[in-house]
């Protein structure tokens, strides 16, 4: 089978759409052709793919990459078995092709619920944009193959589709979390949290206690995190391939998810506490449903209030002078993790299903 993958949106490191359905789709055996942004965000196609440059839709630019996404979609429309896009911009790029092979889109979020959180997007336009985000949901239904990532997304459509949720590689082994040094991986955004990060950051810095962030930020958190670092406050990677970020959270005291009180985060699951837990590390995280539900049901970790940068220093404290509590939590979230977030328990299902669609047969 040979899989046409698109995103004009995403970094092309992107773990669901690359390290994880990408890579199961190659360890099926199947080719894959990965087109993505790949010389604007600086990214080499990996060596597994057949990689194709596309613009980047960013802010109020996304006309360009539709169309060039469009351009391409007609030219391989032949050559491949079926499509899989991952923006919701996409929809635009393969709508109205004619002998267009099977196009599956993979709802990653609640598209109409991520409107408040686009600070390009102008307050007055928002409640036509919800409305048409909807009605493009409800057209996409109708006409294509849709995968959710999240069970909650489910109530917005007619018709049950698969759940392909956001979970991660959870590795054999994992190195039991330290006492000196928080991280944060994702990202980096005034709604996920940079102000209260940065705040921790000051407050732990007496106990010696570093904090490590690991994500892209947006363009209006980029300055204080810029002078957060230049003033020794705390150490920011920018963006990393998801299978060397994973890494950096070997051994860390705990992991972080601040999210603030949005529409679109109330029902979904952070990945970022999936990850943690993958990597034995407490998870500390403010009180949004879906985390709170992970946390408290494997007792993995720390809630603390919305915006309040004290308690998350206050928890981190508490984690580091309990050794006990603190492996403790660390290995209850990653046998949970092991044996109900582990990505190959949902990767041959995912691609199952793609097969099907395209009809191809072993």
Same mark, same amino acid.
């Given at each position: 089978?040979?899989?046409? /993958?698109?995103?004009?949106?995403?970094n092309?490191?992107?773990?669901?759409?690359?390290?994880?359905?990408?890579?199961?789709?190659?360890?099926?055996?199947?080719?894959?052709? &990965?087109?993505? +942004? &790949?010389?604007?965000?600086?990214?080499?196609?990996?060596?597994?793919?057949?990689?194709?440059?596309?613009? =980047?839709?960013?802010?109020?630019?996304?006309?360009?990459?539709?169309?060039?996404?469009?351009?391409?979609?007609?030219?391989?429309?032949?050559?491949v078995?079926?499509?899989?896009?991952h923006d919701?911009?996409?929809?635009?790029?393969?709508?109205?092709?004619?002998?267009?092979?099977?196009?599956?889109?993979?709802?990653h979020?609640?598209?109409?619920?991520?409107?408040?959180?686009?600070?390009?997007?102008?307050s007055?336009?928002?409640?036509?944009?919800?409305?048409?985000a909807?009605?493009?949901? +409800?057209?996409?239904?109708?006409?294509?193959?849709?995968?959710?990532?999240?069970?909650?997304?489910?109530?917005?459509?007619?018709?049950?589709?698969?759940?392909?949720?956001?979970?991660t590689?959870?590795?054999?082994?994992?190195?039991?979390?330290?006492?000196d040094?928080?991280?944060?991986?994702?990202?980096?955004? =005034?709604?996920?949290?940079?102000?209260?990060?940065? %705040?921790v950051?000051?407050?732990?810095?007496? &106990?010696?206690?570093?904090?490590e962030l690991?994500?892209?930020?947006?363009?209006?958190?980029?300055?204080?995190?810029?002078?957060?670092?230049?003033?020794?406050?705390?150490?920011?990677?920018?963006?990393?391939?998801?299978?060397?970020?994973?890494?950096?959270?070997?051994?860390?005291?705990?992991?972080? +998810?601040?999210?603030?009180?949005?529409?679109? &985060?109330?029902?979904s699951?952070?990945?970022?506490?999936?990850e943690?837990?993958?990597?034995?590390?407490?998870?500390?995280?403010?009180?949004?449903?879906?985390?709170? %539900?992970?946390?408290?049901?494997?007792?993995?970790?720390?809630?603390?209030?919305?915006?309040?940068?004290?308690?998350?220093?206050?928890?981190v404290?508490?984690?580091?002078?309990?050794?006990?509590?603190?492996?403790?939590?660390?290995a =209850?979230?990653y046998?949970?993790?092991?044996?109900?977030?582990?990505w190959?328990?949902?990767?041959?299902?995912? /691609?199952?299903?793609?097969?099907?669609?395209?009809?191809?047969? =072993?």
């Amino acid at each position: 089978m040979h899989v046409l /993958v698109m995103t004009v949106v995403h970094n092309p490191e992107d773990a669901r759409i690359l390290h994880r359905q990408i890579r199961a789709l190659v360890d099926a055996g199947h080719e894959v052709t &990965y087109a993505a +942004s &790949y010389t604007a965000h600086g990214v080499v196609p990996r060596p597994w793919v057949t990689g194709v440059d596309l613009p =980047r839709a960013a802010q109020r630019k996304r006309i360009a990459a539709v169309w060039a996404a469009r351009r391409l979609f007609k030219r391989m429309r032949d050559k491949v078995d079926i499509a899989l896009i991952h923006d919701p911009e996409l929809l635009f790029a393969v709508w109205g092709v004619r002998g267009r092979p099977p196009v599956v889109w993979d709802v990653h979020e609640d598209t109409p619920a991520t409107l408040s959180l686009k600070p390009w997007l102008p307050s007055l336009l928002r409640p036509p944009a919800r409305f048409l985000a909807r009605l493009l949901e +409800s057209t996409a239904e109708r006409h294509l193959h849709l995968l959710l990532a999240e069970t909650a997304y489910a109530g917005r459509f007619k018709h049950s589709h698969l759940i392909v949720p956001n979970e991660t590689w959870v590795p054999d082994t994992v190195t039991p979390p330290g006492d000196d040094r928080v991280v944060y991986l994702g990202w980096l955004s =005034r709604a996920r949290g940079v102000a209260e990060a940065i %705040e921790v950051a000051k407050l732990l810095q007496p &106990y010696r206690v570093a904090v490590e962030l690991i994500g892209y930020a947006d363009p209006q958190s980029r300055p204080a995190l810029d002078e957060a670092v230049t003033e020794g406050l705390l150490e920011w990677r920018d963006f990393m391939p998801n299978d060397e970020a994973l890494k950096r959270l070997d051994g860390a005291l705990a992991g972080l +998810s601040l999210l603030r009180d949005e529409p679109n &985060y109330r029902h979904s699951m952070p990945t970022k506490i999936v990850e943690y837990m993958a990597h034995g590390i407490p998870v500390i995280t403010t009180p949004s449903p879906r985390a709170v %539900e992970l946390v408290e049901r494997y007792d993995s970790g720390v809630v603390v209030p919305w915006e309040d940068p004290k308690a998350v220093a206050k928890a981190v404290l508490t984690l580091r002078d309990d050794v006990a509590e603190r492996r403790a939590q660390g290995a =209850r979230g990653y046998a949970a993790a092991r044996a109900n977030h582990h990505w190959p328990n949902s990767a041959k299902r995912f /691609v199952a299903q793609l097969e099907a669609w395209a009809g191809v047969t =072993r």
